[in-house]
């Protein structure tokens, strides 16, 4: 059990590499101090389907967890751990800033480390963007990477 | 079996081929189109309807009410006491988080409605009240409201006795309930049961959810551009349907998904909006539909005609009882049975006790319907079988033209929802039908690929064919479907009871909790 955690959102791009950089920089400092990787798959429980999908649905879940983690998560669990830090990855479905936060909160993360995803424009203004989102409800520190 | 597939698609194979060639022969060829169909179906149809000896009261109508007055006993009124509950589950807050990414109960349920809310509640509640009058709107609440308990008793099965493969996919509805759970209870006949229900569902598919659809969507149309010939429509919307279920154009579909509800949205917010604006008229309508449905109010067929019209037309629009909702709801993500059979009893109510109440008091308010100002009686058509209307419509398009006495826009956006929830209808249907064909003939794409294209067939037909026609089909497949359905219920519905004491007594002991804070 380390003493410190800390949240990191990926993306699969670059914004996400530059905060899994920073926490990386923080951890070393912190030195007693575990990164949990995250990559939340955008998922509602309140769209709709067709029957055809949802019955589908279990299998396709299992091949979008497991290419998350092999594309996404695993490379960079694998860049942290070379580098020395306790590491741990997380592939989940679910709205993103509400998943990093409600893992913050059962993990008792210190902060959560995300990119700032370039939105602009009306797009940014009609939906705020996930990082907008979390800096509004966030329940711990939230440190965003430009 | 053989014997109503080879006819069938005979039909349609010797009917669609030659209308392709000759543009200029299309008035005969609809009537050549609707002979064939009526002739190849009438006997079945009048099997279905026959009334109980001495009576003009049809047994199958007698059948569904008493099944969903049984059910409704046996599980002390569910309906009510698991209501708030079922919202609750709908909202997710009895989901695992972890479980995020796998079909919640919302999904699994507006999947369902989205075969079941459409034609039925726009056309077929027109239907209803034009020849059974406003009364039939109270027999149809009370058909919606007893329906509940059927619904909860079958999606209970569908879940418990589903097919999870090892690729993840699952496969459920009353074929998988009625072989497993027969066989569970010791009973025998449980595989015979399942392949007749499943040639049932097919005529269902073909019927109600398609031609029926088709059909009704050619109306709505020809109503608005101009009488032209229905395979035209046939055609384009068997093209569409084409391209999505057998090309896997997903993105057509899920467009379809997004604006349907939406469409709902629209539909039940005019028809509130029409309440509104005519509100000293609503007490009068809620009077014309208790004084109808008991005096029968010079209607057809007087009071027993408004029974049966609001029983049949609740049945069909909601399908409570049918078994087609087993299938739907059996891909949810839950440990526990009772939570989608639970979640699946709102279905009727959200489509029968609200949607299609909204129109029956729209087109009661809207006085479409032709009344004798002396009397206050309604007067029937020359030739007695339904009240005349205003412009003489029946259908979608007395909905429409009930509408229109408050938005005169309105049935362009009725023409539009009416070609969506079709389309949606039978993008269900044609599933449900799927799952009827792999059960009999096998998985298998080449197999899978006939049904489609059988399918898209129909859907030329029904939009050529006589609505009279095609809607006694469609019922009598439909209420087919019920027959096997039921039957098969009254032997497990004991299993459904011991699930129900079990979840309900963990639910009450805190065992089970809810996940959100």
Not at chain 2, 246 to 271: F, Q, W
Request: with cysteine; glycine share 12%.
């Amino acid at each position: 059990m380390t003493a410190s955690t800390i949240i990191v959102g990926l993306d699969g791009g670059e914004a996400g590499a530059r905060a899994l950089d920073f926490a990386m920089t923080q951890a070393r400092l912190i030195g007693d101090c575990e990164l949990k990787l995250v990559y939340v798959i955008e998922w509602s429980p309140f769209s709709f389907q067709t029957s055809e999908e949802n019955d589908q649905r279990h299998k396709r879940r299992e091949e979008e967890l497991a290419l998350a983690r092999e594309r996404i998560v695993d490379p960079a669990v694998k860049k942290a751990g070379d580098k020395g830090v306790t590491v741990q990855g997380i592939v989940k479905h679910g709205d993103v800033a509400d998943i990093l936060d409600d893992l913050a909160k059962k993990h008792g993360a210190q902060q959560i480390v995300v990119g700032r995803v370039g939105l602009r424009g009306l797009k940014e203004r009609m939906f705020g963007g996930v990082t907008g989102r979390l800096a509004v409800a966030s329940r711990v520190p939230l440190t965003i990477i430009p | 079996m053989k014997n109503f597939l080879t006819t069938g698609v005979g039909a349609a194979a010797a009917s669609a081929l030659p209308m392709v060639a000759s543009a200029q022969e299309a008035v005969g060829m609809d009537q050549r189109i609707n002979d064939i169909f009526a002739g190849s179906t009438g006997w079945f149809v009048n099997l279905i309807f026959m009334s109980l000896p001495g009576t003009n009261f049809p047994w199958i109508v007698l059948w569904l009410v008493v099944a969903a007055s049984v059910f409704t006993l046996y599980f002390g009124f569910i309906q009510i006491k698991a209501f708030w509950h079922a919202i609750s589950l709908v909202k997710g807050d009895y989901s695992d988080p972890d479980d995020s990414g796998e079909v919640s109960h919302f999904q699994a349920l507006t999947t369902a409605l989205s075969g079941t809310v459409g034609l039925g509640n726009i056309a077929g509640v027109a239907v209803a009240v034009g020849i059974g009058g406003p009364g039939a709107t109270f027999w149809m609440i009370l058909a919606g409201l007893l329906g509940m308990a059927s619904k909860f008793t079958e999606c209970t099965l569908g879940v418990k006795y589903r097919n999870e493969y090892a690729d993840g996919t699952v496969s459920g509805g009353p074929m998988y309930y009625m072989t497993k759970g027969f066989k569970e209870r010791g009973l025998p006949l449980g595989g015979f049961l399942a392949i007749v229900f499943s040639i049932f569902t097919i005529g269902g598919a073909l019927g109600g959810g398609n031609m029926f659809q088709a059909n009704q969507a050619h109306a709505q149309l020809a109503g608005i551009i101009g009488d032209y010939p229905g395979w035209i429509t046939g055609i384009v919307f068997a093209a569409v349907v084409f391209s999505v279920i057998v090309g896997g154009i997903k993105s057509i579909a899920n467009v379809t998904e997004k604006i349907v509800p939406l469409m709902g949205v629209i539909y039940v917010g005019a028809a509130l909006i029409i309440l509104i604006v005519e509100y000293d008229k609503i007490g009068w309508a809620f009077g014309q539909i208790f004084e109808g449905a008991f005096s029968g109010l010079g209607v057809a067929g007087g009071l027993v005609g408004a029974l049966i019209q609001g029983f049949k037309r609740a049945a069909f629009s909601n399908e409570a009882g049918v078994g087609s909702a087993a299938i739907a709801h059996s891909a949810v993500r839950t440990k526990e049975p009772v939570t989608e059979g639970v979640v699946s009893l709102l279905e009727p109510f959200i489509d029968t006790v609200v949607i299609c109440t909204m129109t029956a008091l729209v087109i009661t308010i809207s006085g479409v319907l032709v009344m004798d100002p002396e009397t206050g009686r309604f007067i029937l058509n020359e030739a007695g079988t339904a009240i005349q209307t205003v412009d003489g419509s029946s259908g979608v398009q007395l909905t429409s033209a009930a509408f229109a006495t408050g938005f005169s826009w309105f049935p362009y956006v009725l023409a539009l929802a009416v070609i969506l929830f079709a389309f949606s209808t039978m993008i269900s249907w044609s599933y449900y039908g799927l799952k009827a064909w792999t059960y009999l003939f096998g998985e298998g794409k080449t197999k899978e690929i006939v049904f489609k294209v059988i399918f898209c067939l129909f859907i030329v037909v029904g939009a050529a064919a006589n609505l009279g026609a095609v809607i006694d089909f469609s019922d009598a497949m439909i209420f087919a479907m019920a027959v096997v359905n039921i039957t098969a219920l009254y032997f497990l519905m004991p299993i459904v009871k011991r699930e129900m004491k079990s979840y309900f007594a963990r639910l009450k002991s805190g065992e089970i909790k809810k996940f959100v804070d």
